[in-house]
């Protein structure tokens, strides 16, 4: 039985991301906080008819003078909706940084609860894409938000996630996968290192986790190539300890025209390195103006 089980986790569960997905249903949102500068910092929770809720993080301008541009963020576990901590004053762009819909312990303890936490989190994994879409659909009926300019940004862990979700809602004008590359098993198997010394032990550690985590389902390479016609940029750090330059450049060559390779200083992206998020940051609200600028746009 546990072997089948075990073998069912091969096929993908695409037929679930549009199953999941739904429509907004229920909308709570937190306190409007006004930082000294002008932005609006609030936290706002989505739940759609099928059961699906999203919790996310929204800055803004107070006071835009005209509709902004939209990235919506989806980074690293319990860190999504922090992230708008670090990112400092995205200047005339909305970012929305969302959570993964898990609702499991923060924490594991012991073996029991550990296996008893994995469907929890096999679900929390494949809502994830659906729950990006949830999301979007209340940003975009938002009177500050310009529907023609909303981008979608992965980052780290987000990658697999971003792709798929990317792929799959076309009201993503451009797809940014930041930090991440092709095969995901291999990335788990990196993170796995510092905790597993011996290297085929490490791999099949690496191999478990990518089957329990419907990895079948996030073949990043394969859902960045189904981005095409919409911009796809790849964004790789030239120090990065978690994911090889190799990688980085494996999964560009996966994905279709139009796309670009841009390179980050520094190492791999996380929260107590504020200098890297807002540098790629940057580079997302340089490429917005470019964009904005060829179209005619002020």
Do not use: C
């Not at 992230?83 to 819909?101: C, E, M, Q, R, S």
């Amino acid at each position: 039985v546990v072997t089948l089980w075990l073998l069912s986790h091969l096929m993908p569960r695409h037929d679930r991301f549009l199953a999941r997905r739904g429509s907004v249903a229920r909308v709570e949102t937190g306190p409007v906080v006004i930082d000294g500068s002008g932005f609006i910092s609030q936290a706002v929770s989505i739940t759609a008819t099928t059961g699906l809720t999203v919790d996310l993080r929204v800055l803004r301008p107070a006071a835009p003078e005209e509709l902004l541009p939209l990235v919506v963020l989806l980074g690293g576990h319990r860190t999504g909706r922090d992230a708008v901590d670090v990112v400092g004053h995205p200047g005339a762009i909305a970012v929305a940084a969302l959570d993964y819909p898990y609702q499991g312990p923060e924490r594991l303890r012991g073996v029991w609860q550990s296996v008893g936490s994995i469907p929890g989190i096999q679900r929390a994994l494949l809502d994830t894409p659906p729950a990006v879409s949830v999301a979007l659909d209340w940003l975009v009926g938002q009177p500050w938000v310009d529907r023609a300019r909303v981008e979608l940004m992965g980052v780290s862990l987000g990658v697999p996630f971003a792709a798929a979700a990317g792929a799959l809602d076309s009201r993503f004008r451009r797809v940014w996968l930041v930090h991440g590359g092709a095969g995901n098993r291999d990335w788990i198997a990196n993170r796995l290192e510092s905790r597993i010394a011996n290297a085929p032990l490490r791999l099949a550690g690496a191999s478990l986790v990518h089957l329990l985590a419907h990895g079948a389902s996030f073949v990043t390479e394969d859902w960045a190539a189904r981005i095409a016609p919409r911009s796809l940029m790849i964004i790789g750090a030239r120090a990065d300890e978690q994911m090889a330059p190799a990688q980085v450049e494996k999964l560009y060559s996966a994905a279709n025209e139009p796309k670009e390779l841009l390179w980050s200083e520094g190492g791999h992206v996380r929260t107590d390195r504020v200098e890297i998020v807002r540098q790629l940051l940057g580079m997302v609200r340089t490429r917005i103006q470019e964009t904005d600028a060829s179209a005619g746009r002020k």
